[in-house]
């Protein structure tokens, strides 16, 4: 049986990524969303075709043989953005871990490299795949060579063959370079012959065979207009025809050897951490079961779990709790039905003096436990402490222990770590390498386990609590971190109140507006059409309707979002495409997964807030993800409103901070312009605007502030003119220039960044105003785009964790002064810089002082803070 050659198209495809996905990045502000897009693509052709051998090309720089022989080949095409050139080295680095060979050389182009590769592998007796999502390929078609071409981005494929090619062109494969020659190929600048387009070119081909046909034969060829511009640019034909054809003789060795395929799973899985693609393990798991490449012996322990000790009388489990008592101290861990905030413990293993017993739910003593927890004497040493607090308020008590979390000890040491597995811990702190059985998916829920890992907290505590304390991380640790669990488990228990009546009315509704829309949409299009291919809108919109071309992909017209808000206004179907969208996404999105989350028993949603997730220090939540829901549109609204106050509360509260990360920026850069704007309560982003626009305040438009604003906003994320060009609609020139022109009206601000990004250079890391630190291992990198994006991380880690910080101090003032003041409102949420609390009438007004005391009070700043505190029936109501 034949091997199985894939040659990949790297430049062609990293391109289409990009394109096709939206910016996406990971919590340290990483762009990702190309290497996410050809990684799957990559994992797609491994499950799908299986391939014996493998190999990627890549592009050599601009100057080609091609560019020597004309040099206004590609001419004017942009700058390859900043957001894509630093993803390049990233998809290097991870095929090289994947054991897959790139290859790139001078003068040659990757189409080059993927026909002479093609060349010599069918001759060899290789059934060879060519994929890209560049048409040109085609001309590489052969008995033993086929081509997988992209479609819709990159997650539909195309295969084309002889047949194919006949079928779709009535082209053969050579006459594709036939063809490019007549018609020229306005992405790659080759100039053709003008009029002559692919209908005509593919008319004549069909009837003269071949280009020098076509010109040997120009008198038999119909249309005057033709004729003359085949005389008058025969030798433009001829260049062009040279210029699409792809060498297929380069001086390259086709070894099998070379081209197999041999991960490094180390690698692979660091890197996969590193990108946050967390399904992509399992996939690579299940393509390479056990691969691995060899490396350095190291001293391994494999753990023997053996069963525990069981404290099960009531007897037992008090002389453990005196045992404590008198240590003033111990470590445990918590075993729970499920990792939700409402889960029951179901058993608990203890470590007091040397001692490890495991405490099952069913114990005769099991009350004695909480007695135990209740005990404010002791400190109390654990892993994922909010398991312990949530279990506590499910029983009516409140844990008082003081306590310390190595799961959020380690997550501050190393806050870009994917997850902090126990094990993985022991073996990073305490040196201890250990093998845990496997194959059994619920070992960490098992007694044998719970005890091990008891046993091992204690020395784990002490090696974070010094390292901690040598990071300057302790005080973070002790007074933000720590106390924020005790917040956290509160709002998780008390959940929000979903409306359900309302929520299925709501999809009901929304249901039959969706069929409505449909019908108007059918009938302002003059037929019926399926609303979701992209190839039908695009015929409707603009062969059909004659509506302006805004944006062309390679195959075929865009009908993104961003195309169809440019249409806005021109044409009712416009109107109705964007509308149906909307409420499309409204209901499978958000309508259709809530529904599912409401808990049965107290008719409210109970999210997970994660505290050891982002690198920045902000909070996430999970199970519904709060964070997502759009803030400032009409879907986010009529989210909103499904979330009421409970039984006994009457109003929601929404808490929110004003601009919270350009206030801690004015405070840290000490820039006079903008602690001035902040002083004197000034339109930050109207005076922005003023600044770099050069007008007065009063003369400052709508447009010009939005304007402003995302620059400001911009400026704290360390944007390129790239992707501010993007977010305002303007060119790459002037999104430039805008950021410029800030930076000299905001030297203060310049020189903040110039300092922050200095230091980062000399120390490694930066930190934030509350000692948080982030670690850049890249700052010194040797490689242009790495360096580049760990200097941007500099800039804005210390802003954003500042904030992060802040409303967690925030979140714990108003808890504490919630419960010091024995009030029955209480919070619920927390999404970005915003607190919702459910409160009762009679305690309206005293909670709005409190939060809003609280809020602004938290720390204090060269700038004030100001919080903003709205009341409603629902969410909405109070934004």
């Not at 054991?99 to 010599?120: Q, R």
């Not at 990198?781 to 790495?786: D, I, M, T, V």
């Not at 003032?813 to 970005?832: C, D, I, N």
């Amino acid at each position: 049986m034949p091997q199985r050659f894939i040659i990949i198209d790297g430049s062609s495809l990293v391109h289409r990524a990009f394109h096709a996905l939206p910016m996406l990045r990971t919590a340290d502000g990483l762009y990702t969303n190309a290497v996410y897009g050809f990684t799957t693509m990559l994992v797609k052709l491994l499950t799908d075709y299986k391939p014996d051998l493998l190999a990627v090309a890549f592009d050599k720089g601009r100057v080609t043989f091609r560019t020597e022989t004309y040099q206004q080949y590609k001419a004017g095409r942009q700058a390859t953005p900043g957001e894509l050139s630093e993803q390049f080295p990233l998809i290097r680095e991870l095929l090289d871990a994947f054991g897959i060979t790139t290859i790139e050389e001078k003068g040659y182009e990757a189409d080059d490299i993927l026909g002479t590769l093609a060349e010599k592998a069918s001759k060899q007796g290789c059934e060879v795949l060519i994929v890209t999502g560049d048409r040109d390929a085609l001309q590489l078609i052969g008995p033993e060579t086929k081509v997988l071409l992209t479609k819709k981005g990159i997650s539909e494929m195309e295969t084309m063959d002889t047949a194919a090619l006949k079928e779709k062109y009535g082209l053969t494969p050579s006459q594709i370079i036939d063809m490019k020659g007549l018609m020229g190929d306005t992405s790659d600048n080759i100039p053709g012959v003008p009029g002559i387009g692919e209908k005509t070119a593919i008319k004549l081909l069909a009837q003269f065979g071949s280009m020098e046909n076509v010109l040997a034969n120009i008198d038999r060829v119909s249309g005057k207009k033709v004729q003359e511009n085949l005389r008058q640019y025969a030798e433009q034909a001829i260049l062009s025809k040279h210029l699409a054809t792809i060498v297929c003789d380069m001086s390259l060795e086709f070894i099998p050897e070379i081209f197999r395929i041999n991960p490094n799973r180390e690698i692979v899985k660091e890197l996969f951490t590193k990108f946050e693609f967390k399904n992509m393990l399992t996939k690579f798991d299940v393509l390479f079961p056990g691969s691995g490449q060899a490396s350095d012996p190291v001293e391994t322990k494999t753990l023997e779990l053996t069963p525990p000790i069981i404290a099960a009388s009531r007897a037992e489990v008090e002389a453990v709790y005196m045992e404590a008592k008198q240590a003033g101290h111990l470590c445990c861990y918590p075993l729970t039905a499920d990792h939700s905030p409402l889960a029951s413990l179901t058993g608990l293993a203890v470590t007091c003096i040397g001692k490890t017993v495991y405490i099952p739910a069913e114990a005769e003593g099991w009350c004695v436990v909480f007695d135990l927890l209740a005990d404010s004497g002791i400190t109390l040493a654990t892993y994922d402490a909010k398991r312990l607090y949530n279990a506590c308020r499910l029983r009516g008590t409140v844990l008082r222990c003081s306590v310390a979390d190595t799961l959020i000890a380690a997550y501050l040491l190393d806050p870009t770590a994917a997850a902090y597995p126990l094990d993985v811990l022991v073996e990073k702190y305490l040196g201890q390498t250990i093998i845990l059985p496997v194959g059994d998916k619920n070992l960490t829920t098992k007694p044998e386990y719970a005890a091990w890992a008891s046993s091992n907290i204690e020395q784990l505590r002490d090696a974070l609590s010094c390292k901690l304390a040598d990071a300057g991380l302790d005080k973070l640790f002790e007074q933000v971190e720590m106390p924020l669990i005790e917040s956290l488990s509160a709002m998780e228990v008390a959940g929000i109140k979903v409306d359900r009546e309302y929520l299925k009315e709501m999809a009901v509704s929304i249901a039959g507006k969706v069929d409505l829309l449909l019908e108007e949409i059918y009938l302002l299009a003059g037929e019926e059409f399926n609303v979701n291919s992209t190839k039908q809108l695009g015929v409707i919109l603009f062969e059909k309707l004659k509506l302006p071309i805004i944006k062309k992909t390679k195959t075929g017209y865009s009908t993104d979002a961003e195309v169809l808000e440019k249409l806005a206004g021109q044409n009712p179907l416009i109107d109705k495409l964007l509308e149906y969208r909307m409420l499309t996404k409204l209901k499978s999105t958000y309508l259709d997964g809530l529904e599912t989350l409401i808990h049965a028993e107290t008719g409210r949603i109970h999210t997970t807030f994660n505290q050891t997730v982002t690198a920045t220090g902000r909070l996430s939540s999970s199970e519904p993800n709060l964070q997502n829901i759009p803030i400032r549109s009409d879907i986010g609204r009529r989210i909103r409103e499904l979330f009421i106050p409970g039984d006994g509360y009457e109003y929601i509260m929404s808490a929110d901070y004003s601009q919270i990360e350009l206030r801690v920026l004015a405070h840290m850069a000490g820039d006079a312009s903008l602690l001035e704007a902040f002083r004197h309560n000034q339109d930050i982003h109207t005076k922005t605007a003023a600044e770099v626009f050069g007008v007065a305040m009063e003369e400052v438009t709508p447009e010009l502030r939005a304007r402003a604003k995302a620059v400001n906003f911009g400026i704290v994320y360390g944007i390129s003119d790239y992707g501010l060009s993007r977010d305002i609609g303007v060119s790459r020139k002037e999104a430039g220039y805008y950021i410029d022109s800030y930076f000299a009206k905001y030297q203060g601000v310049k020189r903040y960044i110039d300092e922050v990004v200095a230091g980062a250079h000399q120390d490694g890391y930066v930190t934030t105003l509350f000692g948080r630190r982030r670690h850049l291992p890249d700052i010194n990198s040797s490689n242009f785009n790495q360096r580049s994006f760990a200097e941007r991380t500099a800039m804005n880690t210390p802003i954003q964790g500042a904030a992060a910080d802040i409303i967690k101090i925030a979140m714990n003032h108003v808890y504490r002064a919630l419960t010091e003041a024995g009030l029955k409102s209480r919070l619920l949420l927390q999404v970005h810089d915003e607190l919702v609390l459910e409160v009762t009438a009679d305690e309206l007004e005293r909670v709005a002082v409190l939060v809003k005391e609280s809020m602004e009070q938290a720390v204090e700043l060269a700038v004030p803070l100001l919080a903003e505190v709205k009341t409603g029936r629902n969410w909405a109501k109070a934004k």
